[in-house]
């Protein structure tokens, strides 16, 4: 409408009708549309976006885990107490293993000793029979006899062999060699250590105990054992 009008109108008695107040819109919160609280304001103003708080320097940012579920605990009670049956049992069992390792103990000692007394007895022998061995070098005569379950040879002449014969001669057996010695200095060895007599002739025993005292049953040398 043109001014012209509109002055011709107001000069008839029609007024203006007044403008409509106009308010502002609000929000659920009860804050006029357009503005923004205080921290909402702070937050624009640092760059981040509303409901986003500026992540912190250096660190990044925490993604969810799962929350870490404990063991469960057990529930332990009161532990049941020893009745005298199971106390006088472990008693019997720890008395056993010490009795066993005792004889254990006592059987090693044992052996040891054994042995100790033997390697005496051996070295006792061998200075006894030192230079009093009476193998001939030039003896060509096999003599057999047995000795630790095997069947063993000292090479003698004939006058040695009527002498083992007689029991006036035998032989020890002396670091793997078998020696022939005399009927007293094999007494004497014997006393010191027995198993160092490898053959001792009883003279009164009777011929056809010992079957390689006999020449003609003398066993050929080329014969293999």
Known sequence: MS?????????????????????????RDGRPQGKAGPAEANKHSRG???????PH????????????????QQ??????????????????YAIRAQREKDERLEAERLKQEEARL??????????????????DPAADIARHFEYGGKIKRVYVNAEQLKGLNAGELGVLQQNGRYLLVTAAVLAEAEALFAPS?????????????????????QVPDDLVW
């Open 3 to 27: 001014d012209t009008l509109r002055d011709q109108l107001l000069g008839l008695g029609f007024k203006t009708l007044p403008k409509p107040e106009r308010k502002p819109d609000t929000r």
């Open 48 to 54: 981040g976006k509303p409901g986003q708080g500026k």
């Open 57 to 72: 320097a250096g660190r990044p940012p925490q993604q969810g885990r799962p929350p870490q579920q404990g063991k469960p």
């Open 75 to 92: 529930n332990q009670g009161p532990r049941k107490p020893r009745s005298q049956e199971d106390i006088d049992l472990a008693k019997a």
């Open 118 to 135: 033997r390697r005496e007895a051996r070295a006792k022998v061998e200075e006894l029979v030192k230079d009093k061995g009476l193998n």
């Open 197 to 217: 007599v490898a053959l001792k002739v009883d003279p009164n025993a009777p011929a056809e105990a010992d079957p390689y005292a006999d020449p003609q049953f």
